[in-house]
């Protein structure tokens, strides 16, 4: 040992005493908690910092176990074990009990002071480290809840992944073309029945314009669907032609809907496009076999006419009653079934874009006059009436408009089975001429009239049951006026009757 200030010569018992006496204050007074355990475990002695770090008098705490302030007996054990073997424990982490009930978190040091070998007692130094542990006990928690919400966004993510996962494989496997694409028309993703479709493979079509598919005549289009979907509309089954990348028109039925981003603004466009180029020929493979039925009948139902008629001349001439009789309804069911066979025909000529309107300035009067005429011939129950001028002059296809008020007249006929009065009225307003048939008959439910012009719709009732017909007229009548830039109007009420009319315009002196 070096000698110095603080190791004065040990000369004398007084000087000893005083050195004794020095050391004994030194450490009763030092802030560190100091304590000595007995080969047993009990506290032989503690300075006042200990006492006063846990709050026990010199009495509460000397003379027992170290174990009963210890607030985990596994600790104490090892501690104990642990210097009975002789070994330096440093900084060993432990929880001791306070007076007051609380716990405090210290760092222990500690070894075994020996004498010959024999152990004297341990030499512990206790450090309070409570405010620590809290800080990283907090931390912990922190450390524990920024864990338990990275786990969660995880998961989100993981579900998020997972659903577009299962979107991605849906419209991967699904049969129709699925595309979106930007504002500008620019596509973001391309599916791969859109490959198949389209004959574009995906790398050829990403970042590309959607005009790539679509042909010339159609490229207003994009803009009115674009104008739709800006006012927040969805475009369905929108039908249209697009182009392969073998240059071939297909024929698509489109249902297109808008992209939002979270605050509700149009980002973008999405589009299922349905290949129905097989179905568009199975209808015109459909429609010409209706077309071709209906030319082979009507030749020999016009020669069955013909025949009918003549014999109807000799009966006359013969004033063979009963036969003028038969004859003439014979006469009328044939001409009904030329009408019906010559719609057939219509709709087949229409379906192609083969008809003709030819307008000319022709007086209504006499037109009408035949419809009644012949309409009179298939009833006894209804009076047939006419409303209007004597004569008056309007522009239009003569033929089309005779076989739209004849369709007009023999519904209100069909369609009023207890009879009554069927007015065919022609009022001129300003420059055109409003053509109206109005019947007493079964009506017709608010439900149905939206309808009534589609191809083939007939109301389906009991009332409407009983009457023959293929559900053609209306749709053949609204297209004939689409051509002459009318339509057709209606006002119904069920059980009550029935009034159709269109307006035409009136041409020169009427
Ligand atoms: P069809 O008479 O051959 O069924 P239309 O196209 O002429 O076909 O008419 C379509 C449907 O409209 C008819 O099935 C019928 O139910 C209804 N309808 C047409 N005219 C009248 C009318 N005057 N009164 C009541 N229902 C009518």
Redesign the pocket.
């Known amino acids: 040992m070096c000698e110095g200030e603080f190791t004065p010569h040990l000369k004398d018992q007084a000087a000893l005493e005083r050195r004794i006496e020095e050391l004994t204050d030194f450490i009763e007074n030092a802030s560190v908690p100091l304590h000595w355990v007995d080969e047993n475990g009990i506290i032989i002695w503690a300075n006042q910092a200990e006492l006063d770090t846990f709050g026990y008098s010199r009495d509460e705490y000397i003379g027992f176990p170290i174990s009963d302030f210890h607030a985990d007996q596994e600790t104490i054990d090892d501690i104990l074990n642990r210097l009975s073997k002789n070994e330096v424990l440093m900084n060993y982490r432990a929880k001791l009990k306070c007076k007051d009930g609380s716990i405090k978190h210290v760092l222990i040091n500690s070894s075994v002071f020996r004498r010959d070998e024999k152990f004297v007692h341990t030499r512990c130094f206790t450090r309070d480290i409570t405010l620590l542990a809290q800080e990283e006990e907090r931390k912990g928690i922190l450390l524990g809840e920024l864990e338990k919400s990275e786990a969660s966004l995880k998961e989100a993510i993981a579900s998020r992944e997972e659903k577009s996962a299962r979107l991605a494989a849906i419209i991967e496997s699904s049969d129709d073309a699925i595309v979106s694409k930007t504002l500008e028309g620019i596509v973001t993703s391309w599916n791969g029945s859109a490959e198949r479709i389209f004959g574009y493979t995906e790398a050829e079509m990403i970042g590309q314009s959607i005009l790539k598919i679509i042909p010339q005549d159609r490229l207003d289009e994009e803009v009115e669907i674009l104008t739709k979907l800006g006012r927040g509309e969805r475009v369905e089954h929108f039908e249209t032609k697009r182009q392969t990348k073998q240059g071939n028109l297909i024929d698509l039925s489109l249902t297109i809907s808008p992209i939002k981003d979270k605050n509700g603004r149009i980002i973008g466009v999405s589009k299922i496009a349905r290949d129905i180029t097989e179905r568009k020929l199975e209808e015109q493979r459909k429609d010409a076999f209706v077309a071709m039925a209906s030319h082979e009948l009507k030749t020999p139902l016009t020669a069955i006419t013909a025949y009918l008629q003549l014999m109807l001349v000799k009966s006359r001439r013969d004033m063979a009653d009963f036969y003028i009789n038969t004859l003439t309804r014979a006469e009328a069911q044939a001409k009904k079934m030329i009408t019906m066979i010559q ?1 057939f025909l219509s709709v087949a000529r229409l379906e192609e874009g083969k008809i003709v309107i030819s307008k000319q300035n022709f007086d209504l009067q006499p037109l009408i006059s035949e419809i009644i005429d012949d309409a009179s011939f298939l009833t006894t129950r209804h009076q047939i009436c006419f409303k209007g001028p004597d004569h008056i002059h309007i522009y239009g296809d003569q033929e089309k408009i005779s076989h739209v008020l004849m ?2 007249v ?3 006929v ?3 089975p207890n009879g009554g009065t069927i007015t065919i009225s022609v009022e001129p307003e300003a420059d055109k001429v409003k053509i109206s ?1 109005s ?1 007493e ?4 439910h608010p439900k ?1 009239r939206r309808r ?2 589609e191809r083939f ?5 009991e ?2 049951q009983t ?11 609204s297209e004939i006026l689409r051509y002459h830039d009318s339509k057709i109007e ?1 006002e ?1 009420q069920e059980g009550v ?2 009034t ?1 009319w269109f307006y035409l315009p009136v041409y020169g002196d009427s």
Do not use: C
Not at 441 to 444: D, Q, S
Not at 457 to 461: K, L
């Open positions: 719609d369709n007009l023999n519904n209100a069909k369609y009023s048939v019947d008959g079964v009506g017709i149905d009534l012009f719709y007939r109301v389906d009732n009332k409407t009457a023959a017909g293929f559900g053609i007229g209306l749709y053949l009548a209606l119904s009757g029935s159709f």
